[in-house]
Every structure is written in structure tokens, then in C-alpha cells.
């Protein structure tokens, strides 16, 4: 079917929909079922039996089974088969990690997925873009990526990129109109819009005619979807680090091999009892629980709304210095209320607060209505250049679109005009806002053919586009003195913090309406809107905790000067030595001036998108690790170029989430400083489990060591080595990445991005507490071997006892870089579950007839336990007093 070729109405007729109501829900899910979801086939993910196989391929592990093997040969089938137990529960653990982490991830992407307009049952609603079927209405605007492909049925100075189809990089025009040639190729469609090309200017509707795979982009191979693992530059460290701790853990366990077999014990039991210690020490499972730890922390984001589309970011966070954050539905609550205008040289007031269309329009003390000059034609104008819609949910009145446009459409229905009065004109054309323009535009036709162009947006850009101006007694020519009048107002009304929209008109004959810069010249400029977006009531509290943690904020918007000022002062945002820079101040100063003034600068006011960029790199070049927040299209670069791209979850466009590295899911400036929060939060947890983990295998490896050097029995046989390892190594350590934050995590300063994995001393507590926990384990092992010479078993049970519960105790000091005594035990229900989990295991394996024979165990009596404990607690209480 060659849609660019139909009609409107024979495009309706051939996918049975009605532009006007939509697909009904019935209708979409039948389509659904007959065609599938909208989405390019992803990669074939690995089957999850060959993802348990993988748990097995690691060098020592195959070595292990092998050894394992060898055993069963010679008639050792009990360690045989406890060794190869182990080995597969081990496997498991890690299968489910690896499992959890996937999942974790493919919840993430869901959740950024794109977002379509659409229009349903007759109402608009938005929907995700996978859930699109042929037949539904779309609405696309500036910043969308285009979700299928589509039948443009309206276009109003559309234009689309589509360079991801076609290679050429100039927006092409778009129209809806029906082109009567046969043969086209999609670049030269001008009335379709494919999958995946981006709107670069202006809006329109649509009609979905292909989806998924059958879109153009479906065809092209290159453009496929795939799933690829993250690396984040956390585990490319770990990753490194791995590499070197399998070198010094199998030189220390060839060590105690070669050692063991020069002293003349069996070369056989040494090897098994090296190859365990090797598998022991090697932490394979890191990575694993690094990915888990990021995922953990990435769904705790999630609930305090924040989406994270790159795990990278989750590090970056806890290094960030700097938030450059946007006024406007960010740091207030994005509900404009218009509360002053000012038309006729007078103030009028308007009271009510929010969406709610009770209020009036008062004259000092007295209300005033239709009687008033030029009320009626200034409100009426607002409604009609305007895009958004007014809707009542459940008696409570909703914007569905642009909070400016929808405190205008409040405005007049406090005036008590009817909703329906756009019906009155024939909508001609519209010149779309953008942040260039700054101004929106409409070219309408009343009942008796009467076309008239009414223009809004920034009064310092309609002033001097205009030539007169609308007075009680009619249109007069705009002088000196009148511009200066209006200029007054402007900063009166800007001084009270209220965003400020002027508003005008010019009367057209049937000249062309295609050149907006001539057509918007001219202007009879009517009056001005003064309305307020109050500060969110939890942005206060956060810029101030983000202060205490060494992070600055900076405020960035396109308001007036007075307006911003006025709501970084009343947030607490701008100190008293701190300095407002307007965008033309900015246009003055080059690269280097912004740099050394940068420091002192808190709000940045009048400034477009492309400012944005210099800001960022500013701030760089002073060593800070910068977040920047945006929602437009032209927001993309400087958001990209940001240490931390932040994205509008609800205004953001689509564009600005695939640049962004982090999504605000309610636009809120308070939801970036619980993200830096959690964001810090994941990086000390990793770093708790990798000081846990490595001391855990430290201590394991020297108790081996020491033995051997002192010529002593070995104090552990393999199957309690590979135990130890399960059992401590395993669930604690999971745990550890699910702690809550220390109180102070938000008065610290940013985190050196440079630092490496072992800095603040945590090399130095890896080492120490691993030597204690192997001289510990040792020293009981040779008081029970020097009290009992001819009961190995009690001797190797004591240590193996020994060691296990140093390590359960220590994983509690690790919870805090202070002490064992700075954090409550009972915060981590987690890790108190993994603990006594670990215990019970241990008592099981200690306890159980049938299983000590296995594990080479004996039962111990109250004393033996007594020294147990006292033996474990030495390294944390010694560790503990020596910080004190």
C-alpha cells in the first residue's frame, strides 16, 4: 500500500479509524494480538541452561573438578562428592546474581522507553511506544523521535531529520497532503514519517500505517537493536583488579603447595588442598555482586524516582560537584498561575491558585468583566494562540500541555469564557515556539473571513517587533516613552517573582502566510501576563543538604533577571556574594572571562540552550563533575556533554532522554539530590563488600600459609576451604550491597572521580584485618592441636570454626569506614539474615552426624565455643580501640 499516495479520509477508511475519537482500547488490543508489538527484534538473549554453564568456566574451577575427579578415582568419594556439592551450589548462587542483574537492567530499559502521544476513545493519552498498532493517532512534536511509521495527516511547519534512514542530515518540510506520484523512495515522501527520525522543529498528527519490523528502519540491519552488557568504568577496575588478585593468590597457594610437599606431606593432598585455596581466594564472584550492588541501587533509584539509563552515571553521581539545574517545573512545582496583567496601564489582580478556574479579575478592590477595555480581546488571543488543553479528572482540573499556555486558558475562564470558544475560528496556521524564538504564533479566520495574526512569548523579543500598541480609546503608534512605560511594568512585575508573557496582534489581508519572520513584524502589542510558578516546598531542604555535601547549585532559566533572582533568594540558592548573569552578559564575555568568573555566578537568567554548553564546559575546565538538567531538543548537546545528563521524565522530549544518563520521573530538582544520595551510596557499598571479601580471603589464605611455614598439620582440609568461601563469602557479602546510607554520606565532600578502588586507607584495612583473622584462626588451631595432638579433626573443626566466625563478625565492621560502633547491627535486616543464616550452616556442618564425617568435623563443647568467640572478636575489637 503506498499510504503517501491516499487521501485522508481514504487512509481512515483503509485502517477503519477516525481521526477525530481514535482507536478504541477493544479495538488496539485485537490489532495487537494480530500484529505484535511495536518494537525492532532485540538480540536472542543466552539460554539460561547455557548461562548455568558458564557459572562452571572458570580456569580453577575446572581444574578443581578435575582434581575432584581424581579423588572419586582413588576411593575418596565422600570429599568428592562434598566438593562437587559445593561447586554446584556455588555455581547457582551465581547463576541467580547474573539472573537478578539481567532482569534488574531490562526493568531500567523499559522504564525509558519512549513515550507516545496518542489518541484513544476520543481522548488524548500517553502511552508507550511498544504499545503502539496500526490504526492509532499520534501526535509528534519538536523533540520526538518519530515511533512508527505514519500517514501525516497534519502538519504545522514540520520538519523531521532523517538521517538514520536516508543519510541526508537537513530537516526535510513535512505536509499532509496527498502527493500523486508513483514510485516514491521514503526520503522523497513528504507527507510520511518513519521510525526513529527525529522532529527538529514544529508539530503534527498522524496516522501509525506500519510498526515494528515492518517499519522502513525495521529493514535496515544496521539500525537493529541489540542487547548489550554495560561495562561500567567500576567494573573495568574490578575487572583489572581481579586479573592481579588471581596472580598473588595462586603464587601464595603455590607457595603453600610447594612448601607442603618439600616438608615431605603427600603431594595429592596438597594439591587438592592448594587448588581449594586458589578457588577460595580467587573472588570470581565480585563482578557478579558489583553488577547486583548497581542493579540493587539503580531499583532503589527507581523508588525514589529516578531512572538511571546508564550504569556508568551510578558512580559519576557520588563525584558530583556541581548541579546546574533548570527554574521551571525543576526547583517549582511547573504549575503556572496567572496572577497579574497588565493591559490599559493599569494592574489587574487575579485571584485563585493553581488550575482551579474559580477566581476573579479585580481593579484594586473591584472586580471588573466584560465592560473593562480590551479584556475580553487579550484573554481571547491567549486561548487562541495556545496548544494546551484544560481537563477536569475527578473534579480537579488538569493541564494537558504547556503550564504557560494552560494558566492563559485558566485566566479567561476565570473571565468566564467558554471552553469551546476556539471553535468560533478557523486555525490557518502556526508558527510553533522554540527556545530561538522565543515567541509562538497563529494565523486565524473568524466567522466573517477576517484573518489576523496573533503572536506570544517574550516581551523583550515582541516589543521590538512591534510598531503600536492597544490604549482604552483603540490602536495607537508605539513611541519612546510608551516602551519605556511597558518596560517599567515589566520589571515591576518581575521584581515579585512573576514569569512574563506579553501578548499582541496584527490584522492580515490573503497575502501568502509562509514567511513568519515578515509576518510577525509590525505587531500592535496588547498587554502583558504576569504569572507565578511557586517554589517546590522540598527544593529548599535540598539545595541545603547538596551544600552540605560540597555540591553547588546553580540555577538556569529563560526567565527575567528580577524573576530569578527573586526565586534563588527565596530558595536559599544565591549567597549574598553571589553573583545573577543574564544571556546577553554571557553573549559578552568569551570562553576563558567565563571561566574565572564562573565560581561566583549561582543563576544564569535569560540564557538559550546553546549557553548551556559554554556553562558545562566551564565548569569542567575548574576540575568540577558537572549534572545538567533539560527537557528541549536543544538541551541534547549541553546534556550530553555534561558529566551527568539529567532528563525531564514528564516535559523531557525524547531526544533529551536518549542523551541523558539519568530521567527524573517527576521533573524534580529534590530527586536529583536523593539520586547523589544513592548514587554515593552504591559506590561505598561496593566498596564495603570488596574489603569484606578480600580480608575474608586474605585471612583464608595465611592461615594455610603460616601453618605450613610452622610445619604444622594443615589446619583446614579442602572441602572446609571451599565451605568457608560458600558459606561467608556468599550471602554477607550480598548483603553488604543492600545497606541503607550513613547519616553523614551527604555532609562528605565529592568523591575524587580519580580515586582508585583502594583509597581512604582501605587497602590498609584489607591486609590488616586479613592477617588478624589467619593468625586468629591459627592461634586456635594450634592451643586445640597442643591440648589434643591425637584429634586432628577437633583441631581443624576449631579453626574452621574460628575462621568462619571472625569473618561474620568482621563483615559488621565493614559497614562503616569509622568503627564496628558507629552503625546500629540491627539497621541491615538483610545482612542479620545473612549472618545467622551463615551461622546455622556452620552449626549444621559442626553438629550433624551425618554430615561431619563429610566435612571433617567434630562436635565442640561450651569452653571450645567460648574460645571461638573471644579468638574471633579480637581483630574487630583490637581494629576498633587502635581507631578510638
Known amino acids: 500500500m503506498n499510504w503517501y499516495q491516499l487521501d485522508v479520509d481514504k487512509v481512515e477508511d483503509e485502517l477503519q479509524v477516525s481521526i477525530v475519537e481514535g482507536l478504541s482500547e477493544k479495538e488496539v488490543q485485537a490489532r495487537k494480538n494480530k500484529f505484535g508489538e511495536n518494537e525492532l527484534d532485540a538480540q536472542k538473549k543466552q539460554p539460561r541452561w547455557l548461562l548455568f554453564l558458564k557459572q562452571f568456566q572458570d580456569f580453577m574451577v575446572l581444574v578443581l573438578l578435575g582434581a575432584t575427579l581424581i579423588a572419586g578415582l582413588l576411593g575418596e568419594y565422600i570429599d568428592a562428592i562434598a566438593i562437587m556439592i559445593i561447586v554446584l551450589v556455588n555455581g547457582c548462587i551465581g547463576y541467580f546474581q547474573e539472573q537478578k542483574a539481567e532482569n534488574s537492567l531490562e526493568k531500567i530499559k523499559q522504564l525509558s522507553a519512549p513515550i507516545s502521544n496518542v489518541k484513544r476513545d476520543g481522548r488524548w ?167 547486583v550492588a548497581l542493579s540493587l541501587g539503580v531499583q532503589r533509584m527507581i523508588k525514589r524516582k529516578a531512572i538511571v539509563r546508564k550504569l556508568s552515571s551510578v558512580e559519576t553521581l557520588g563525584s558530583a560537584s556541581v548541579i546546574c539545574s533548570d527554574k521551571t517545573g525543576t526547583m517549582t512545582e511547573n504549575q503556572m498561575t496567572v496572577k497579574k496583567i497588565f493591559l490599559n496601564d493599569n494592574f489587574l489582580t487575579l485571584s485563585g491558585e493553581g488550575y482551579q478556574i474559580n477566581g476573579d479579575i479585580l481593579l484594586g478592590d473591584r472586580k471588573v468583566g466584560a465592560n473593562y477595555p480590551n479584556l475580553d480581546a487579550m484573554l481571547r488571543y491567549g486561548v487562541l494562540c495556545n496548544q494546551a488543553t484544560l481537563k477536569s479528572i475527578n473534579g480537579q482540573y488538569v493541564i494537558d500541555g504547556d503550564p504557560v499556555d494552560g494558566a492563559l486558558i ?110 510577525e513584524m509590525d505587531i500592535t502589542f496588547i498587554g502583558l501576563y504576569g504569572m507565578i510558578d511557586p517554589p517546590r516546598k522540598e527544593v529548599k531542604p535540598a539545595i541545603l543538604a547538596c551544600r552540605q555535601a560540597g555540591i553547588k547549585t546553580v540555577m538556569i532559566t529563560g526567565d527575567h533577571i528580577n524573576t530569578a533572582t527573586a526565586i534563588a533568594k527565596e530558595l536559599e540558592l544565591l549567597p549574598e556574594s553571589g553573583q545573577v548573569v543574564s544571556g546577553s552578559e554571557l553573549n559578552q564575555m568569551n570562553q576563558q572571562e567565563l571561566e574565572k568568573k564562573i565560581e561566583d555566578i549561582y543563576v544564569f537568567a535569560r540564557v538559550t540552550p546553546e549557553h548551556k554548553l559554554r556553562i558545562v564546559k566551564a565548569f569542567q575546565s575548574r576540575g568540577h563533575v558537572v549534572a545538567m538538567t533539560g527537557d528541549g531538543v536543544n538541551d541534547a548537546p549541553s546534556i550530553k556533554a555534561a558529566d551527568i545528563g539529567i532528563s525531564m521524565g514528564i516535559s523531557g522530549t525524547d531526544v533529551t532522554k536518549e542523551a541523558s544518563s539519568l530521567i527524573l520521573m517527576d521533573d524534580n530538582f529534590a530527586t536529583i539530590k536523593a539520586a547523589i544520595d544513592e548514587g554515593r551510596n552504591i559506590y561505598e557499598n561496593i566498596r564495603k563488600f570488596i574489603r569484606y571479601l578480600l580480608a575474608s580471603n586474605v585471612g583464608e589464605i595465611l592461615v594455610m600459609l603460616f601453618a605450613v611455614m610452622l610445619k604444622l598439620p594443615l589446619p583446614l582440609v579442602p572441602v572446609q576451604i571451599l565451605w568457608v568461601n560458600l558459606v561467608t563469602d556468599g550471602l554477607p557479602a550480598m548483603a553488604l550491597g543492600m545497606d541503607t546510607s550513613e547519616e553523614d554520606v551527604m555532609k562528605r565532600k565529592p568523591r575524587n572521580p580519580m580515586e582508585g578502588i583502594f583509597a581512604r586507607g582501605l587497602g590498609y584495612k584489607i591486609v590488616s584485618r586479613g592477617i588478624m583473622i589467619g593468625v586468629v584462626s591459627l592461634i586456635a588451631f594450634m592451643i586445640a592441636f597442643q591440648n589434643n595432638p591425637d584429634n586432628l579433626i577437633y583441631a581443624q573443626t576449631m579453626t574452621f570454626s574460628t575462621l568462619v566466625m571472625a569473618q561474620l563478625i568482621h563483615v559488621f565492621d565493614c559497614r562503616s569506614e569509622k568503627s564496628i560502633f558507629s552503625r546500629n547491627p540491627f539497621e541491615n535486616k538483610y545482612l542479620l539474615f545473612a549472618v545467622i543464616s551463615s551461622i546455622l550452616l556452620l552449626l549444621i556442618v559442626v553438629y550433624w552426624p551425618p554430615l561431619q564425617p563429610i566435612f571433617h568435623t567434630t562436635a565442640l563443647g561450651l569452653f571450645d565455643w567460648i574460645l571461638v568467640l573471644g579468638l574471633s572478636l579480637i581483630p574487630t575489637v583490637l581494629f576498633a580501640i587502635t581507631k578510638k
Do not use: C, W
Not at 175 to 202: C, E, S, W, Y
Not at 454 to 471: E, N, Q, T, W
Open 125 to 291: 493519552e500517553k502511552v508507550n511506544s511498544r504499545d503502539l498498532v496500526i490504526g492509532d493517532v499520534i501526535k509528534i512534536k519538536s523533540g520526538d523521535r518519530v515511533p512508527a511509521d505514519i500517514r501525516i495527516v497534519e502538519a504545522s511547519s514540520l520538519e523531521l531529520e532523517e538521517s538514520a534512514l536516508t543519510g541526508e542530515s537537513l530537516p526535510v518540510a513535512k505536509t499532509g497532503r496527498a502527493i500523486h506520484q508513483n514510485d516514491l523512495d521514503p526520503q522523497d515522501q513528504l507527507n510520511m514519517g518513519f521510525m526513529g527520525t527525529l522532529v527538529t522543529k514544529g508539530n503534527g498528527i498522524g496516522i501509525v500505517v506500519k510498526t515494528g519490523m515492518n517499519t522502513e528502519m525495521g529493514k535496515i540491519a544496521s539500525l537493529m537493536m541489540t542487547t548489550k552488557k554495560i561495562i561500567t568504568p567500576l567494573e573495568r577496575k574490578l575487572a583489572e583488579l581481579g586479573k592481579i588478585l588471581i596472580v598473588v593468590a595462586l603464587a601464595l597457594t603455590a607457595l603453600v603447595v610447594v612448601l607442603g610437599v618439600l616438608q615431605g606431606r603427600p603431594l595429592y593432598d596438597m594439591f587438592l588442598a592448594g587448588v581449594s585455596l586458589a578457588v577460595a581466594a580467587i573472588p570470581e564472584g565480585l563482578p557478579a555482586i558489583v553488577t
Open 410 to 519: 485558566v485566566a479567561a475562564r476565570k473571565f468566564g469564557m467558554a471552553e469551546d470558544i476556539k471553535n468560533e475560528y478557523q486555525l490557518l496556521k502556526e508558527f510553533p515556539f522554540d527556545s530561538e524564538r522565543k515567541r509562538m504564533s497563529v494565523i486565524v479566520e473568524d466567522e466573517n473571513g477576517r484573518r489576523f495574526l496573533i503572536v506570544k512569548g517574550a516581551p523583550d523579543v515582541l516589543l521590538p517587533r512591534s510598531s503600536f500598541y492597544l490604549a482604552k480609546d483603540g490602536r495607537k503608534q508605539l513611541t519612546a516613552s510608551d516602551r519605556e512605560r511597558f518596560n517599567q511594568a515589566l520589571e515591576n512585575m518581575a521584581s515579585q517573582a512573576l514569569r512574563i508573557i506579553g501578548i499582541g496582534i496584527k490584522p492580515l489581508g490573503k497575502e501568502p502566510i509562509n514567511d513568519e519572520d515578515r509576518l
